[in-house]
């Protein structure tokens, strides 16, 4: 069932990208794991600014396409979580943002008011 709006998913997108852009300074890793937690961040803020909803700018991306690539994204983030081997108070984040991703992805509306896909 899909009762997320999407305008708080949107809400919601924009604030996981820059948390994932700091998270690495916040609980202090480095190595890969920091880079592709970063760039993890960027690459949500850049589909989520290219996605059809009301937070979208450029509104090329379909939502179905945006969901697909949160739950892509929260998948990564718990892999991450275990391969990175974090220890233990850094994991929890990644544990945290990667379930929500995937809640995301799985309950939010697939068509925006006022939007191409309307």
Not at 12 to 39: E, F, K
């Amino acid at each position: 069932m899909r009762f997320i709006p999407t305008l708080i998913h949107a809400t919601v997108d924009y604030i996981v990208g820059l948390l994932l852009i700091g998270l690495p300074l916040l609980v202090t890793i480095g190595g890969p794991a920091r880079a592709l937690t970063m760039s993890l961040g960027l690459v949500v803020l850049l589909y989520s600014l290219a996605t059809d909803y009301e937070l979208g700018v450029i509104r090329f991306l379909r939502i179905r396409l945006h969901l697909f690539l949160d739950a892509l994204s929260g998948a990564i983030l718990l892999l991450l979580a275990v391969a990175a081997d974090l220890p233990g108070p850094a994991r929890w984040p990644y544990y945290v943002i990667g379930a929500l991703a995937l809640f995301l992805s799985a309950t939010t509306r697939t068509r925006a008011q006022g939007t191409a896909g309307e």
